[in-house]
């Protein structure tokens, strides 16, 4: 039988759901001060321990920017800050034994939306954008870094193109998680023509707005893309 007992939270939990409240309240908007931490202290009855890892909670969660020697202010939370919480718990999750498969299946999920989504949306100012995003990739061809730093960028304007800015949050911070696995796919002899090629395609398909092609060549893309990470950490001592 589930035990109904109620726990008790932390002093600090309490300071953290009052604050919280207060910040959400019409009272406050952002780049208003908080009160300091001795007002804060009196006001809720706790000592500074309590106040200071309320604060520095709210930090995290983006809801408060804290300076050395100044009170807290109240900011606005984005989608890449929430996203930067996970890092530290992303780096385990990519220790794990099928951690990295994992993470690839996840962005192949991601990136066969982002591809439909703009081969359906796509204006014609867009599809320029994704065009010169394109033939800049193709002059980085034999120049690993520049190749890579444009891969990047090319599938960056898909996330751009919906609009969303969960979504272009979402893909920088796959692109840092997924870091090495590019960087070491990109060291197999021709991976870099194979990736633009794979490229052409995908903006061929998002230009003439045929979703399904796009998804096929995105797949086939990513894949590639994969067998190459697994192939170069064979080659690794």
Known sequence: MQSDVIRRRRL?????VRLESMILSPDYAPGDQLPSERELMVRFGVGRPAVREALYSL???GLVEINSGERG???KPTPRVLLDGFAGAVRHLLLEPEGERQFQEARTFFE???VRDAARRATSEQIERFEAALETNHRALGDFEAFERTDVEFHYILAEISGNPIFTAIHEAVVEWLTKQRSLSLRVPGADRLAYD?????FAAVAAHDLDRAEQVMREHLDIVADQYWQARGQIP
């Open 12 to 16: 600090s939990d309490e300071v953290l």
């Open 59 to 61: 930090q995290k969660m």
């Open 73 to 75: 202010r109240v900011t």
């Open 112 to 114: 066969v939306g982002l």
């Open 198 to 202: 794979s490229h052409a395609k995908i």
